[in-house]
């Protein structure tokens, strides 16, 4: 394997040190991801070199230009703590020249927007719930055209930031004042989808053109309370305690082979659809009648060693520090817009 000179792009707050060692789980918690795709491309036998950017992309350059890395390992999720930010860096990135891992500028914006997703979903015949967006700014009015219950998430942060049990409404008052809150408590733009009855279910996807997609992850509430829907609430996603009081679990999906290969057949179509590229995770929901609904995209999973997408990698007969080589790869050869073969 050819040594590569790598540049792991991420947030300033969350450069990893070179060893765990002296640190307690919740510091390590931070800059997990960080370190393992660190940790696994030394192993590899890359040269590695960590910029933490916070603010101003042009360290970026600076450090492209003085390291000259053969590809930018892309992990900086937002910049001046803004999520929709993020689609810059990639931008910068194919302006400097550099390959890069990760998903494409346009891709990230397609994905980030969950209205503009949905809309190209639905053209293309993908199933997805029914929805509309209330835009920041402007008087709340409720359509009829979509049934409740219905869930009120962001329109546009990751990460299930804003989304609870209240998140899910059954009538027009609820649903305004979910809808305020997200505008209040989240500042984005806000959107109510038909809430589907059903299993929770992920995907990963793996390439630029030809597609891997992963084996099909069910998230599991072993103690759900009487009354609560089976949902990934902000605090189901990030709060260990909680986590474990609702005996949350995440693995391979229990599904008839028919089930999976739709599944497969839905994700490769929604991953070229939304102009994705490198590797993505779908959220979807199988519904008790059987059919599969893709609830959004995420151009940017979590890449910890022991998370979802990396375990699921795994059982695809990629471990881990092949994933990341993998996925270095893919970055490598994606042609963005103007960059010679």
């Given at each position: 394997?050819?040594?590569?000179?790598?540049?792991?792009?991420?947030?300033?707050?969350?450069?990893?040190?070179?060893?765990?060692?002296?640190?307690?789980?919740?510091?390590?918690?931070?800059?997990?991801?960080?370190?393992?795709?660190?940790?696994?491309?030394?192993?590899?036998?890359?040269?590695?070199?960590?910029?933490?950017?916070?603010?101003?992309?042009?360290?970026?350059?600076?450090?492209?230009?003085?390291?000259e890395p053969h590809v930018v390992f892309n992990q900086l999720v937002e910049l001046r703590d803004v999520g929709a930010?993020?689609?810059?860096?990639?931008?910068?990135?194919?302006?400097?020249?550099?390959?890069?891992?990760?998903?494409?500028?346009?891709?990230?914006?397609?994905?980030?927007?969950?209205?503009?997703?949905?809309?190209?979903?639905?053209?293309?015949?993908?199933?997805?719930?029914?929805?509309?967006?209330?835009?920041?700014?402007?008087?709340?009015?409720?359509?009829?055209?979509?049934?409740?219950?219905?869930?009120?998430?962001?329109?546009?942060?990751?990460?299930?930031?804003?989304?609870?049990?209240?998140?899910?409404?059954?009538?027009?008052?609820a649903l305004a004042e979910r809808v305020e809150f997200v505008h209040r408590n989240v500042g984005s733009g806000a959107?109510?989808?038909?809430?589907?009855?059903?299993?929770?279910?992920?995907?990963?996807?793996?390439?630029?053109?030809?597609?891997?997609?992963?084996?099909?992850?069910?998230?599991?509430?072993?103690?759900?309370?009487?009354?609560?829907?089976?949902?990934?609430?902000?605090?189901?996603?990030?709060?260990?305690?909680?986590?474990?009081?609702?005996?949350?679990?995440?693995?391979?999906?229990?599904?008839?082979?028919?089930?999976?290969?739709?599944?497969?057949?839905?994700?490769?179509?929604?991953?070229?659809?939304?102009?994705?590229?490198?590797?993505?995770?779908?959220?979807?929901?199988?519904?008790?009648?059987?059919?599969?609904?893709?609830?959004?995209?995420?151009?940017?999973?979590?890449?910890?060693?022991?998370?979802?997408?990396?375990?699921?990698?795994?059982?695809?007969?990629?471990?881990?520090?092949?994933?990341?080589?993998?996925?270095?790869?893919?970055?490598?050869?994606?042609?963005?817009?103007?960059?010679?073969?």
């Amino acid at each position: 394997m050819k040594k590569l000179r790598v540049l792991l792009l991420c947030h300033s707050d969350l450069v990893p040190p070179n060893s765990r060692e002296g640190y307690d789980s919740d510091a390590i918690y931070d800059w997990q991801a960080e370190y393992d795709v660190a940790n696994a491309l030394r192993g590899l036998g890359h040269e590695v070199q960590v910029l933490g950017v916070s603010d101003d992309v042009l360290p970026i350059r600076h450090c492209v230009e003085g390291f000259e890395p053969h590809v930018v390992f892309n992990q900086l999720v937002e910049l001046r703590d803004v999520g929709a930010f993020a689609v810059h860096v990639a931008s910068y990135l194919e302006l400097l020249g550099v390959p890069y891992t990760g998903c494409n500028p346009r891709g990230l914006t397609l994905a980030r927007d969950k209205a503009l997703s949905k809309k190209i979903l639905r053209y293309h015949r993908i199933g997805t719930p029914a929805f509309f967006d209330f835009p920041e700014g402007r008087k709340i009015r409720v359509p009829k055209r979509v049934p409740y219950p219905m869930i009120v998430k962001s329109l546009d942060e990751e990460a299930s930031r804003g989304v609870s049990q209240a998140s899910i409404v059954r009538d027009d008052a609820a649903l305004a004042e979910r809808v305020e809150f997200v505008h209040r408590n989240v500042g984005s733009g806000a959107i109510a989808e038909q809430y589907v009855e059903g299993r929770e279910l992920t995907v990963g996807l793996l390439g630029n053109d030809r597609l891997q997609v992963f084996p099909v992850w069910e998230l599991s509430f072993a103690h759900l309370p009487d009354g609560t829907r089976p949902i990934a609430t902000e605090r189901v996603k990030w709060d260990r305690a909680y986590q474990k009081k609702l005996g949350v679990t995440t693995g391979a999906a229990d599904l008839p082979d028919e089930v999976r290969a739709r599944i497969g057949r839905i994700a490769r179509r929604s991953f070229r659809a939304l102009n994705l590229s490198g590797y993505a995770r779908l959220d979807l929901r199988l519904s008790d009648d059987g059919r599969v609904h893709v609830i959004e995209a995420n151009p940017n999973p979590d890449l910890t060693d022991d998370e979802d997408f990396a375990l699921a990698g795994g059982l695809a007969g990629l471990p881990y520090p092949r994933l990341i080589q993998r996925i270095m790869s893919l970055g490598i050869g994606y042609r963005a817009p103007g960059r010679s073969s």
